[in-house]
């Protein structure tokens, strides 16, 4: 547990971790959409693989572009987490297609305040905002484009990512004007529910959205 210290997250990865020694990695990793190397699960996370191993449950991510598996650095706690959740809880269900607001997600409404001012805020105030430049929008969309964004054609700017292996997150911003502020919104599958519990789900959203614009 050296390498999770934080006091915030000890914890959590510490439960997880248990629950994953007990669990069985192989059938975990094909509900999951993931492939197994050894005794690792390797999981794309927008697009950088992160490899979790069986049955200490230590997390390591890859740098983008190299999945090799002995080149990792010890994950954040907050995303060893979400993995280790997302593996426990896969059950192989197939992307939807129909996007829900976060407010709709099973138990929404109890974090949707929250996750509108950190994580939808973040977006509406770097790129689209009133008077948003076009370099900062040009910023945003290099940065989603590195993700491993997809341009939707929705709202003034969006994109689709691929958060995890059949998880599917979108992102749709509104510039302003000087009547009305921009706004900005992060949408999720409505399959989320059978990957990751709403209060992970927020992690995703508010993790992408600090990511995007570069706080």
Do not use: N
């Amino acid at each position: 547990m050296g390498i999770y210290a934080s006091p915030r997250f000890a914890k959590a990865v510490e439960q997880a971790q248990e629950a994953w020694a007990a669990a069985d990695p192989e059938s975990c990793a094909a509900l999951a959409g993931c492939r197994m190397a050894r005794r690792h699960v390797a999981i794309p996370f927008f697009g950088r693989t992160h490899w979790v191993d069986h049955p200490s449950g230590l997390v390591t991510a890859s740098a983008f572009g190299d999945d090799h598996l002995d080149a990792g650095t010890p994950a954040h706690e907050s995303i060893a987490i979400l993995l280790l959740h997302y593996l426990l809880g896969a059950d192989g269900t197939t992307p939807s297609g129909r996007w829900l607001a976060f407010r709709d997600l099973p138990g929404g409404m109890f974090y949707s305040q929250a996750f509108a001012g950190k994580a939808e805020a973040v977006l509406a105030h770097w790129a689209a905002g009133e008077g948003a430049s076009q370099e900062r929008l040009e910023s945003l969309s290099s940065e989603a484009f590195g993700l491993g964004g997809q341009a939707l054609g929705m709202a003034d700017i969006s994109f689709r990512f691929e958060a995890l292996p059949r998880l599917p997150v979108a992102v749709l911003l509104w510039r302003g004007d000087q009547e009305f502020p921009g706004e900005a919104r992060v949408l999720f599958d409505a399959t989320a529910r059978h990957y990751l519990p709403t209060e992970d789900l927020a992690g995703v959203g508010d993790w992408l959205a600090h990511r995007l614009a570069r706080e």
